[in-house]
């Protein structure tokens, strides 16, 4: 059984059900602090954690006084415009008095689909994660319509996951694990602490949703499982309804395990290797096909020659000078500024194109070396 301690990034998804008392509609104060408490100590261990949050409809329509009916498009809206604020201060309150800083991050399907907005969003997350901040990530309800709407934020933390190459996602829930059938409705329905692959089997086991402020039901915890473990993320879906609840996995808490085939680093490069269809080709001097085979990322100093016309984010061939492919990556430029500051330093790449753009032409998170590198 795979142990918390054992993992370095971590997406803890929590549900609207769980941080919103649905009777007052307020937020469960003590609740959140208890959870600010186990972020921290996860933070203290030297984890980088990121924070999938529900809560701002639940809590805007409180203070909007809408009907308990459900809401209209626009009375959502209008909700998670208010409940926002709330939900992001409320947050930041709990994690500063642990002395830890979050940052809030607004996200549409939109930012996970389309592969430029994807990159964007990753180097955000990144940047807020190498400087120790605890990203608060929820969908951007104020703007998503129903057809642009991830719909429920299980599918939306696998996504975060997948892009943060985190290697744990955490769904706390108001049910603790997976049975083979509702437990609420078969007594005879047998608990599985480990699901070693996500097969037809398993996915028939889900049920609809569980309460009125959920969305998600267990379909869309098998389905976000999917989408954390083929990134190679493993995944737990955990009681989240007692205080500390990842204090509480960590000490055997009953949960259930997806388990990824792979590791993060290894399934995205085997998508950037194997899944992409490459948009051009950059030239290496020698110098540069050294660097990379050290592990460095592809500066613009050491591309010679640029062919195609590719986006940024797309995926690009890489070439030594003996014309032999070197590897294959998603380029920071697109085709006609990647000319521009090919064999120049990266400091004259802002004079150059006008404005200030990434270090590195291919950074090595984005790039895969032939032979595996």
């Known amino acids: 059984m795979p142990q918390i301690s054992a993992f370095r990034r971590v997406v803890v998804k929590v549900g609207s059900a769980l941080l919103v008392d649905s009777a007052r509609g307020a937020l469960r104060h003590a609740w959140l602090a208890a959870l600010a408490e186990d972020v921290a100590q996860l933070h203290r261990e030297g984890k980088e954690v990121l924070v999938v949050s529900s809560g701002a409809i639940a809590l805007g329509r409180n203070v909007l006084k809408l009907p308990k009916r459900p809401l209209k498009l626009e009375e959502s809206q209008a909700a998670a415009a208010v409940g926002q604020i709330a939900l992001a201060r409320a947050w930041s309150e709990a994690l500063a008095h642990e002395g830890v800083n979050a940052g809030q991050i607004l996200i549409t399907l939109g930012d996970t689909e389309e592969r430029r907005r994807y990159l964007n969003a990753r180097s955000t997350l990144a940047k807020l994660l190498d400087l120790k901040v605890v990203p608060v990530i929820n969908e951007n309800d104020t703007v998503a319509t129903s057809e642009i709407r991830y719909g429920d934020n299980d599918r939306l933390a696998a996504r975060v996951a ?212």
């Open 162 to 373: 997948g892009m943060a190459s985190a290697d744990l996602l955490v769904l706390l829930s108001d049910i603790d694990g997976l049975y083979t059938a509702p437990p609420n409705d078969d007594p005879n329905a047998e608990f599985l602490p480990v699901v070693p692959r996500i097969t037809a089997e398993i996915e028939a086991m889900a049920g609809g949703a569980g309460t009125e402020l959920s969305r998600g039901g267990m379909k869309t915890k098998i389905e976000a499982g999917k989408i954390a473990t083929t990134a190679g993320a493993h995944m737990v879906i955990a009681s989240g309804k007692g205080k500390n609840p990842i204090r509480a996995i960590a000490e055997g808490a009953r949960c259930t395990w997806f388990l990824a085939p792979t590791n993060p680093v290894a399934s995205r490069k085997r998508w950037i290797a194997g899944s992409l269809e490459p948009r051009g080709v950059l030239h290496l001097d020698a110098g540069a096909v050294a660097a990379l085979r050290r592990g460095s990322s592809l500066l613009p100093a050491g591309v010679s020659r640029v062919e195609g016309e590719f986006q940024r984010g797309d995926a690009v061939v890489l070439r030594g000078p003996d014309g032999a492919e070197v590897g294959r990556g998603l380029v920071a430029y697109d085709h006609d500024y990647a000319d521009r500051i090919r064999g120049r330093s990266s400091d004259e790449i802002a004079g150059i194109t006008g404005f200030e753009g990434r270090a590195a032409m291919v950074h090595r998170d984005d790039l895969v070396l032939g032979g595996g590198g």
